[in-house]
């Protein structure tokens, strides 16, 4: 199985706002960026879209080791909360689970794929981290103009 690296990052400005999400990736000695955005977001569905549009350039299943600052998606994932969401028709604690439509794109990635997260403190000088922020302020300014 081919193992991936992708790293990435989300951004928004007043939560709601303009936002945009950065990713790396990183196979068989090359490395592709990707960024994008959206004029009204918020940090969560900017870090989540980040996840998915990475995992969907993907042509067939990998090994995946990805890296994230977002504990919202580590511990969405890596502590099963995303699954009993899904168990329990996308509701938690009477409410709609926020962001439904990213966790229902990103399930059968995660399905294809074999993906172990990783999470790193933001903005403490990762290297990988720090691009995919830069990518991400990059496209966030240009929805905020």
Known sequence: MTEVEIFTDGACSGNPGPGGWG???RAGGHTKEIS???RDTTNNRMELTAVIKALSLLKFPCAVTLTTDSKYVCDSVMKGWVYSWQSKGWIRS???VPNTD???ALLPLLKT?????VWVK???GHPENERCDELAVI???RYSA
């Open 113 to 117: 794929h074999d993906v172990k997260f």
């Open 23 to 25: 990713a790396i990736l």
């Open 122 to 124: 933001g903005h403490a």
């Open 102 to 104: 990213l966790w229902q």
């Open 94 to 96: 009477g409410k709609p």
């Open 139 to 141: 496209e966030r300014d």
């Open 36 to 38: 994008g955005g959206e």
